[in-house]
């Protein structure tokens, strides 16, 4: 999470004055590491999804007032805390991704432990570790952590297991979490699509679409130019829950979904396209799936294709960016990348131009995407 951001809702919880489902108090760092490393694993394991917070610094008994850190001599910072749950046997060797962050708050340093929060709860340890008992599933209800030496109710244990699973997603978000699991999905018998071997009403219908016949400027981005519409269609059991419109690339080397057009305002009132992806997309997840990372061809394909459109992480860093281009795009010259480009024949029926100056925008965007992400440490 961005610094300001984080601290922004540290400081929010903090004039609440009460702990909660996934924020905790702490005075100072902890002398005794069996209870931090309950601590940990009970926020890992909290019932809300969201990322868990151990505030350190903040006196409870004193009306939640703060205390500075800086000197505290058990003080961890991120790399210390990674060590720490390294050494440690959790199942499946799978641990909690943590970090620390330092914030300066009315000129007093407080720390905050971001347990950060995923889908591979419940987190607990295969080997006992001092009073932290092995097989014991820790969480935390309320403002009250499971005891270190129980295990949580049946029926939270079971919330934790089902999240893990996606038994407790509607059956779009389950599609979404089933398709990050690139190495679980098996062909059709018709060889028409795709299905998910742990869930097989879970399917990835292919057809071509012979309706289409356009061209985009990322196609010229391949050896082989020509358009091959597709449509996939994500299946539950019979009912059509998503469909998406796809292009085979460079005579069927790479198959993906098309990138997202999105449009751009700058400063000077006129607007511009662009293509794009953002990661844990639908379509991102499913351009991952269709990759076949076994053919060179396919690689080569798909690098160049990812040459010409941009990747973001998330909705946020893309909503930050075009606010970055609107501010910014006047300060640069398209035209500097004309010989960037590939060679784009002239198709009758076309202003080829237009595939031009879009192939030499993309070009200009994605070197300010690079040098945003240096600015804003990205």
């Known amino acids: ?13 903090i004039d609440l004055k009460q702990e909660g489902e996934y924020w905790d108090f702490k005075r100072e760092w902890h002398k005794n590491k069996t209870d931090l490393l309950h601590d940990i694993i009970c926020m890992a394991n909290n019932l809300t999804g969201h990322d868990g ?22 003080r961890y910072n991120t790399q210390k805390i990674v ?22 708050v009315e000129d007093t340093y407080i720390d905050v432990l971001v347990v950060v929060s995923d889908d591979n709860v419940p987190y607990y340890l295969a080997e006992r570790y001092d009073g932290v008992h092995q097989n014991n599933i820790y969480t935390r209800v309320g403002d009250t952590n499971t005891s270190i030496n129980r295990s949580a109710d ?43 071997k742990y869930d097989p009403d879970f399917r990835i219908v292919e057809t071509p679409d012979d309706c289409r016949t356009a061209y985009e400027y990322y196609m010229f981005s391949q050896f082989d130019s020509r358009p091959h519409w597709y449509l996939i269609n994500l299946y539950y059991n019979q009912t059509p829950l998503k469909e998406v419109l796809c292009n085979l690339l460079d005579g ?56 010409c459109i941009l990747i973001f992480d998330n909705e946020n860093e893309r909503r930050e960016f075009e606010y970055y281009v609107f501010e910014n795009y006047d300060k640069y010259d398209v035209e500097k990348y004309k010989s960037d480009i590939p060679y784009i024949e002239d198709i009758d029926g076309y202003n080829c131009e237009i595939f031009r100056y879009d192939y030499k925008n993309a070009l200009l965007l994605r070197d300010m995407l690079n040098e945003f992400r240096v600015e804003h440490n990205h």
């Open 1 to 13: 999470m961005d610094k300001n951001k984080l601290s922004f809702e540290i400081l929010k919880l």
């Open 53 to 74: 917070y151990i505030i350190i610094g903040v006196d409870e008994d004193d009306n939640y007032s703060l205390v500075d850190v800086s000197n505290n001599e058990n």
């Open 83 to 104: 060590d720490f749950l390294s050494t440690k046997k959790f199942a499946g060797y799978i641990r909690p991704k943590v970090y620390v962050e330092t914030l300066s």
């Open 154 to 196: 049946l029926n939270d244990i079971e919330k934790l297991w089902k999240r893990r699973f996606g038994i407790d997603l509607p059956a779009f978000e389950r599609f979404k979490k089933y398709l990050r699991n690139t190495e679980d999905w098996e062909e059709l018998e018709n060889g028409e699509g795709l299905y998910y």
């Open 252 to 307: 069927g080397r790479h198959f993906t979904p098309v990138p997202d057009w999105r449009m751009i305002k700058i400063k000077d009132g006129s607007d511009f396209f662009y293509r794009s992806f953002v990661k844990d997309s639908l379509k991102y997840l499913l351009e991952n799936l269709l990759f076949d990372s076994n053919s060179s061809e396919t690689q080569y394909s798909r690098m160049r294709l990812m040459s």
